[in-house]
């Protein structure tokens, strides 16, 4: 007894399990990439900077930021390294890196003394504006900005430990 009909729905019935697994598959992917790129940024995200002790000389011309603390904060269980704060200027130029080597974990907060420095001419209030740039754990670099946005860089950190021991600036 021939049926060739049994046959034609066989083949159709095997494509759909294949197509079934072949979804499967690519959202068990899609799933796992999410889950990591969270896991990644969650040390990252728990890192912050900000202006301590700092004060406006309103008597000088131009208006300047008085020598002022930095606070790099650490809440994350693991380590960060090359830390490295700048004071972003109202032009939009920043002042020389103050670099920390490693901070460690465990909420751990530590202040870099920044340098007096340029304030906008309309300055009344405003705390001086910091920009963050480190190494997480995993060897992924990151910025903070000064609107605190969290930002991924390509530089690693074999990359900065060759452009630190060869002297280069970026």
Known sequence: ???????????????????IALAA????????RMAVGERV????????????????????????YDPFDAVVHNSSKQPI??????????????S??????????AAKSESIRMPSSSAPPDARLDPPRLEIEFT????QRWVRSTDGELLKTKRTRSSDKQRDSQGLKR
């Open 41 to 64: 940024s969650q040390q990252a995200a728990m890192v912050s900077v900000w202006a301590e002790n700092w004060r406006l000389d309103d008597e000088a011309k131009p208006k300047r």
């Open 96 to 105: 020389p890196n103050r670099v920390m080597s490693v901070l460690t974990a």
């Open 136 to 139: 997480d754990n995993r060897g």
């Open 25 to 32: 598959l690519v959202y068990t992917i899609c799933t796992y």
């Open 1 to 19: 007894m021939d049926t060739p009909y049994l046959n034609d729905w066989s083949v159709v019935a095997s494509m759909v399990g294949a197509g």
């Open 81 to 94: 390294y090359q830390v490295r704060v700048s004071l972003v200027r109202p032009d939009g130029t920043r």
